[in-house]
């Protein structure tokens, strides 16, 4: 493909959006985290509490499905507009910072 050719996409897809199999993976690694933060928040009530602890283990579970939940949404969004911010087609006329590094002129 040549340089500065646009990606091939899909009929309807707009440009600089993730494609389906990476929007599958953020998904997942908020699900993934989600999971582990109920297990975190479940064993720190759990450790922390004596005698009978069930609602204040699954209330913990909760918070730490909700806390990990957020965490990992903001991180997937910070990497995906990274990651594609730089995918996203610019007019012949317009100018990136980066474009003089390529060149080799300062």
Do not use: K
Not at 16 to 27: L, N, S
Not at 41 to 47: A, E, K, N
């Amino acid at each position: 493909m040549p340089t500065g050719a646009p990606a091939r996409r899909r009929v309807g897809e707009l440009p600089g959006t993730p494609g389906r199999a990476v929007a599958i993976g953020a998904v997942s690694g908020v699900v993934v985290v989600s999971i582990l933060g109920a297990l975190a928040g479940w064993g720190i009530v759990d450790t922390g509490c004596s005698g009978n602890c069930g609602d204040a283990a699954i209330w913990g579970a909760i918070a730490g499905v909700v806390a990990g939940a957020i965490g990992a949404a903001i991180v997937a969004v910070a990497v995906l507009r990274a990651r594609f911010q730089w995918r996203v087609p610019r007019h012949d006329g317009d100018r990136h910072p980066s474009d003089s590094l390529r060149n080799g002129s300062a």
